[in-house]
Structures are given as C-alpha cells and as structure tokens.
C-alpha cells in the first residue's frame, strides 16, 4: 500500500470518546464509538448509511468480534446492544457519500470474517463465515481496495485483529525489496539458537529456529508471554522435538523480548539478548545507532 494521509476527529475532543477517520483519496469512513456514548454516536448521519459494522470486547480475557452489514447500521448496531453484553466498542464502517449498497456491504462482510479468522487475533462471534454477494469483476477489485484501506484504519485505531503473525517460509523476506536487518539470540546452556528479521515493526522469528521445550520458571505460568508459548505449541509452530522446541514456520512478534521469552521460555529483555548477526551488537546498540545515524542525517541538511 502506498502512503498514505488519516485523517481523525474526535468528535467531543476525548481522543476515547467518539471519533472519526477518513483516508485522503479515499471514499470510505469509519465511525469509533463506545458502547458507553452509543447514543451519540449514533446520532451521527453517517451511522444511519449502508456499510459494515465490528463489535469489540472482551470475553473470559480474549478479544472477541463480531461483524455484520446492514443497509441502516444504527438500526442493527441498536439491536445488538439489545442482545448481547459482551461488547464495549463499536466501529462502522460506511462510505463518505452513502455510496455502497447491499451487495457491497456483503460481500465486505464475508471479506472481514475470512480475514479475521485467518489472523486468529480475536474470537468471532460470527459462527460461519457469510456468503459472498456475486458482482463482477471490477466490482469486486473496487471492494477490495476498499477492504485494504478500511483494515488499515482500523489497525491504526488501535485494532490489531487482521494483523496475522504466522508467516509462510520466505513471506516476511519477500515483503521488501531488501531483506530486514537479521539478529541472533543463542545460549549454549540450554541449546536455544534464534534467528530473526526486522521487517517493518514486525519481529520475526524464522523457520528453524530452536528453543526451549518448555516455559522455565513455573512461578510465571501465568505470565502473557506463557500464554503466547502455548499457544504457538498448540498450533503447530512451535514443534517439541526433545529437550528443545523448532519454528515450523516463521512467526512475526511485536517486540523481541516477546521474541526472545518464547525461545528461552522465560521472561527476556530482547534489546539485549538480541544480537546483530553480522557485528555482535545488541538489538539496543543496533537501534541507538540507527537512530544516531538518522538524526546526523537531519543535521547535515
């Protein structure tokens, strides 16, 4: 996706109330609201527009979604605040001229589901995934530009649920003309040997990587990163094989102490466990002369 401008307004100047956001060059809007001014919001002219809709909140400490269309989406929104407790957030999502219509908006939602489904980032209250409206060819190549677009708005609100994390061998190296700088995290003790690229604000452990069989320090089971350890070995992209656990596949983390505390099964500050495969320095050297380098630059104009 090229560059792109966002613009927000937050519609009684609480950056948590509710808020709008528009993409320069493109038709669509996206309306936040709370379910806690749910009233306001949906007040607003753009909530009565045919689009799309997303429930936020939590249930049993997961994230949980759920995604519909409608030709009004107040009316559908007012619904569900009538049937279902779990949500606390809501975004719609409609055109700045009211210019979808229902095969449009329904064949976004059965878009939304999938790729939700696909990024395993929440749970969907959806239970199946709706079927496709049937258009044409450049209708569907306009929905999809639209769909690309609208993810972004909405991850850039603070939604990360179409973000998916498990990476194809190779993916994450294709995504760039030039491969991400490649760090290192190993430890003769216990035999775990990582390797990871940076790409973008990806962290991404590759295929092959080895780590520890098991989170180390039973006193932190509970501990998010625990949690984040079993679940790649549920899922097949941790692999047990012995003493040590191998990356089936390549894995993108939003951090590399998250990185890191997955391979040595215990709690890891990864600016310093890190490496810089090429000279040694530590993921926290590495970035302080980036950010050196960077700043030398704007001098020197």
Request: hydrophobic share 40%.
């Amino acid at each position: 996706m090229a560059a792109n401008t966002l613009e927000i307004f937050f519609v009684d100047g609480n950056p948590e109330g509710v808020l709008t956001a528009e993409v320069f060059g493109w038709t669509g809007h996206v309306l936040r609201i709370p379910r806690v001014r749910l009233s306001d919001g949906l007040r607003r002219v753009e909530a009565s527009y045919t689009g799309v809709y997303l429930l936020f909140g939590e249930e049993e400490g997961e994230l949980k979604t759920y995604v519909g269309e409608g030709e009004n989406v107040a009316r559908r929104i007012k619904d569900h605040d009538a049937k279902k407790d779990w949500w606390s957030e809501a975004f719609l999502i409609t055109s700045s001229n009211d210019g979808l219509h229902k095969a449009h908006v329904k064949y976004l939602e059965s878009r939304i589901v999938e790729v939700i489904a696909a990024a395993g980032q929440a749970v969907l209250e959806n239970g199946n995934i709706p079927p496709r409206s049937s258009m044409n060819e450049a209708a569907i190549a306009n929905m999809e530009d639209f769909l690309e677009t609208a993810t972004m708005v909405v991850a850039a609100l603070g939604q990360k649920i179409f973000r998916n994390p498990k990476r194809s061998s190779d993916s994450a190296r294709k995504a760039n003309d030039r491969p991400g700088t490649r760090f290192v995290l190993t430890s003769e003790r216990t035999g775990v040997s990582g390797v990871a690229e940076l790409q973008g604000s990806d962290f991404i452990v590759l295929e092959g990587s080895i780590g520890r069989s098991h989170w180390a320090s039973q006193a932190a089971v509970t501990h998010s990163y625990a949690a984040l350890f079993n679940k790649l070995v549920n899922e097949g992209i941790l692999e047990r094989t012995g003493d040590q656990t191998v990356f089936r596949r390549d894995y993108a983390f939003k951090s590399p102490s998250a990185a890191g505390a997955v391979l040595f099964g215990r709690n890891c500050n990864g600016r310093t466990s890190w490496h810089v495969e090429t000279d040694g320095r530590s993921y926290a050297q590495w970035e302080e002369d980036e950010l050196s380098e960077a700043l030398s630059g704007e001098d020197n104009d």
